[in-house]
């Protein structure tokens, strides 16, 4: 797999939570599965820096919270393979979760506008990584960020057909 270009990069806040999306145009042998496709992206450049959100890339000594996962740990195995209705799912029973208090109506309009972006989606397939799957004590998440993530997820979502892949992070300290 090869990274072409960044298409997009959108950051959506809604007080303390945000969605951090990154579209990437990649170039993909036919010979290489979506597995690895996927495996191999959580380990680039890409992954690592391009995807992270603008102040931190800014201002990357300034102490930002960063990505919850340790690359060097994760790998595919750890990710959750669905479509375009288990990522629907997966939002709907996570905003359906019992624990919310009145942060639940900032996480409602994330929701709604990261559907608009959803429903673009092809017949793409997703991969999804959450850190309330890991026990604290996991060497797969990285401390303090694990720590003071009140939720941590990833959505990578794979469309071969347009040779695209995004990154949409979801985060709420």
Request: with cysteine.
């Amino acid at each position: 797999m090869t990274i072409i270009d960044t298409k997009r990069h959108i950051e959506i806040n809604e007080g303390f939570q945000v969605i951090n999306l990154t579209e990437f145009a990649i170039g993909v042998d036919k010979q290489i599965c979506n597995d690895e496709i996927i495996d191999n992206f959580i380990r680039s450049k890409q992954f690592s820096f391009d995807c992270l959100r603008d102040c931190v890339k800014a201002e990357p000594d300034k102490g930002y919270l960063r990505q919850a996962f340790d690359i060097d740990k994760i790998n595919i195995n750890d990710f959750k393979k669905t479509d375009k209705k288990g990522v629907s799912k997966f939002l709907f029973d996570f905003i359906n979760e019992p624990n919310w208090g009145n942060d639940r109506n900032e996480f409602a309009k994330l929701l709604d506008r990261y559907f608009i972006i959803h429903n673009e989606f092809g017949d793409n397939e997703f991969y999804i990584l959450s850190k309330n799957w890991f026990d604290k004590e996991d060497e797969r998440v990285i401390e303090p960020e694990s720590l003071i993530y009140i939720y941590y997820f990833l959505i990578i979502s794979l469309d071969r057909k347009s040779s695209s892949l995004t990154l949409i992070e979801w985060a709420y300290d």
